[in-house]
Antibody, heavy 116, light 108 residues
Framework: VQLVESGGRLVQPGGSLRLSCAASGFIFSTFEMNWVRQAPGKGLEWVSYISSSGSSTYYADSVKGRFTISRDDAKNSLYLQMTSLRGEDTAVYFC??????????WGPGILVTVSS | SYVLTQPPSVSVAPGKTARITCGGNNIGGKSVHWYQQKPGQAPVLVMYYDSGRPSGIPERFSGSNSGNTATLTISRVEAGDEADYYCQVWDTTSDHYVFGTGTKVTVL
């Protein structure tokens, strides 16, 4: 199982960014997926969930209406479209596979910095 | 929103037992998962569904959950167990995952 995030960079407040997570080593289409983030020196914060079919999505209150999770099973990829970015969105973003209700595999994470 | 409270730190001598608590309103009615995170690394799942141990996790790790407290127990603590530990639940009321505040385990 391998998950690798990409797309992180420095972005100005109010800007947009799309993160990608490339999955390999398992049948991606059969697994629910999540995004989790960690601000510098802080704890883990769940961001978003998507069902295996893509028909169900959930978001943390802190990002609802600004972030959109999606998946492309043909490309074995998970995405997080982020808009109206704020300084408090600065964090390392992890994609995580869901198994037995928990997050059993994680990518190494990608840093998103929101600053002018 | 549902809140999970963990002690900020736990210190333990090598070979002894570390107990990390996770407090939440009627958490015994939920399934609790636990993660270990070492500096600069992604979290690793060490316990699922209260007391399930994923493949590759030593038997020294065990879990329990009852009432308002879930506990991750690490027996015969080793230097390599030094890390931050987070509990997690799925809150059905809000359809959100919730992480605990995290506990830093220090091996003396």
């Amino acid at each position: 199982v391998q998950l690798v995030e990409s797309g992180g960079r420095l972005v100005q407040p109010g800007g947009s960014l799309r993160l990608s997570c490339a999955a390999s080593g398992f049948i991606f289409s059969t697994f629910e997926m999540n995004w989790v983030r960690q601000a510098p020196g802080k704890g883990l914060e769940w961001v978003s969930y998507i069902s295996s079919s893509g028909s169900s999505t959930y978001y943390a209150d802190s990002v609802k209406g600004r972030f959109t999770i999606s998946r492309d099973d043909a490309k074995n990829s998970l995405y997080l479209q982020m808009t109206s970015l704020r300084g408090e969105d600065t964090a390392v973003y992890f994609c995580a596979r869901q198994w037995e209700g928990a997050h059993d595999s994680w990518g190494p994470g990608i840093l998103v910095t929101v600053s002018s | 929103s549902y809140v999970l409270t963990q002690p900020p730190s736990v210190s333990v001598a090598p070979g002894k037992t570390a107990r990390i608590t996770c407090g939440g309103n009627n958490i015994g009615g939920k399934s609790v998962h636990w993660y270990q995170q070492k500096p600069g690394q992604a979290p690793v799942l060490v316990m699922y569904y209260d007391s399930g141990r994923p493949s590759g996790i030593p038997e020294r790790f065990s879990g329990s959950n009852s009432g308002n407290t879930a506990t991750l127990t690490i027996s015969r603590v080793e230097a390599g167990d030094e890390a931050d530990y987070y509990c997690q639940v799925w809150d059905t009321t809000s359809d959100h995952y919730v992480f605990g505040t995290g506990t830093k385990v220090t091996v003396l």
